[in-house]
């Protein structure tokens, strides 16, 4: 994905006050990823590219008041002047880079926006997608809905096609008291009767094992195109979402990329203790997405 994604398209990189974010910057440039322009107090991005003796000789510096909202509308506003194809999370607290990008005057659209993980996991044989497990905290089965169809439309774009969807729950059995399981009853059925996206299976639900595992399936009775082949897993919630996903990051040694979807542009939400890597393969995704629009 990141040799596929090499491109001059310009990203924002929205208050790149830390180390990290810094040295993604020079990694993203050296991979020839994108034109990387910062977004922040020019003072203070100088003062930290020089202690960690980076040069940014050749980088643009949009330079904001040492504010991080400010920062982030200052990034919406060249995103809406067509100065922008991505946006990608500096040293920020994620409330104060989404708050301005989801206001009414920001960059919202018709769509819900969520949140697409893509995992590299070393006893999967395939790239395993997650959502949503950063954006949508308790989402009804009509906001699930709309999350599967961002992520499969992200999915189709990244050439990732004939897709297997899970949806997870703690049981596979349809319990009245959980939720998960109804608002996945009711998905799969309206899929069934009216395919949410075309050339897609969605099955569930399923328990983490039975998705993951064709024989944990076979063994509990469950027999299904979907167990043990996965392309996608739709969680219950975010809570489930976001600790699967840390479980593969520290349990697991998994790599992962990951990408707002339904805004005006793709957005890499990083966390500020994800590796360079990580970040660098977060922003090959989005450039992906923003290479192959809707």
Do not use: W
């Amino acid at each position: 994905m990141i040799e596929e994604a090499k491109s001059d398209l310009p990203l924002g990189v929205v208050y790149p006050l830390s180390a990290p974010a810094l040295e993604t910057v020079f990694d993203l440039i050296k991979r020839q990823l994108c034109t990387p322009i910062l977004i922040g107090p020019k003072k203070e991005i100088e003062e930290l590219a020089a202690i960690e003796e980076l040069s940014l000789d050749g980088i643009q510096i949009v330079d904001t008041p040492k504010d991080p909202i400010l920062a982030t509308k200052k990034a919406v506003e060249m995103v809406k002047e067509g100065k922008l194809a991505v946006l990608m999370k500096g040293s920020l607290h994620t409330e104060d880079l989404m708050g301005p990008i989801v206001h009414r005057d920001g960059l919202r659209t018709d769509k819900r926006v969520s949140h697409l993980f893509l995992f590299e996991l070393a006893r999967y044989h395939k790239l395993l997608g997650v959502t949503d497990a950063v954006v949508n905290i308790t989402p009804n089965a009509q906001l699930k809905r709309e999350i599967l169809a961002n992520s499969l439309d992200a999915l189709k774009r990244l050439s990732i096609s004939n897709v297997k969807v899970a949806i997870i729950a703690a049981t596979e059995v349809i319990n009245p008291a959980m939720s998960s399981t109804t608002d996945a009853k009711e998905i799969v059925d309206e899929h069934i009767a009216h395919p949410i996206f075309p050339d897609t299976i969605i099955e569930g639900p399923f328990g983490f094992d039975n998705a993951i595992s064709a024989q944990s399936a076979r063994t509990k009775g469950i027999y299904s195109k979907v167990a043990g082949d996965p392309d996608l897993l739709l969680m219950p919630d975010l809570q489930v979402g976001n600790i699967l996903y840390k479980s593969f990051v520290y349990m697991a040694g998994a790599e992962c990329a990951g990408t707002i979807l339904g805004a005006q542009v793709p957005i890499t939400l990083t966390s500020r203790s994800d590796s360079v890597f990580s970040r660098v393969a977060s922003t090959a995704m989005a450039i992906l997405l923003a290479k192959n629009p809707q």
